[in-house]
Nanobody, 121 residues
Framework: VQLQASGGGLVQAGGSLKLSCAAS???????TGWFRQAPGREREFVAA????????NYADSVKGRFTISRDNAKTTVFLQMDSLKPEDTAVYYC????????????????WGQGTLVTVSS
């Protein structure tokens, strides 16, 4: 599976961005997660979605502000980010797992290259 993350950019606090994670290759029966890493900090879980789209998980810090979804073809996963805060600034990575929409990065096998999100105050 190859993953391509896109959609990052510069936005003011309170604004919105929508990230995309496009998959190619063996693109079936896997969960997709989004993680982020800010400068000087460890990578952290953001959100994840099951293959069917019926199960989602969110980090407490983004609940109510971010929404993860899949397209009908199940080849692209989106992360809609609203009410962005400066502390959301990070490189965002998408990853795929065959063990469900876990919050643990250990179960994710394939990783995209990352897309930078910068939120100005």
């Amino acid at each position: 599976v190859q993953l391509q993350a896109s959609g990052g950019g510069l936005v003011q606090a309170g604004g919105s961005l929508k990230l995309s994670c496009a998959a190619s290759g063996r693109t079936f029966n896997y969960a997709t997660g989004w993680f982020r890493q800010a400068p000087g900090r460890e990578r952290e879980f953001v959100a994840a979605i099951s293959w069917s789209g019926g199960v989602t998980n969110y980090a407490d810090s983004v609940k109510g502000r971010f929404t993860i979804s899949r397209d009908n073809a199940k080849t692209t996963v989106f992360l809609q980010m609203d009410s962005l805060k400066p502390e959301d600034t990070a490189v965002y990575y998408c990853a795929s797992s065959y063990t469900g929409p876990s919050k643990s990065s250990d179960v994710y096998i394939y990783w995209g290259q990352g897309t930078l999100v910068t939120v100005s105050s």
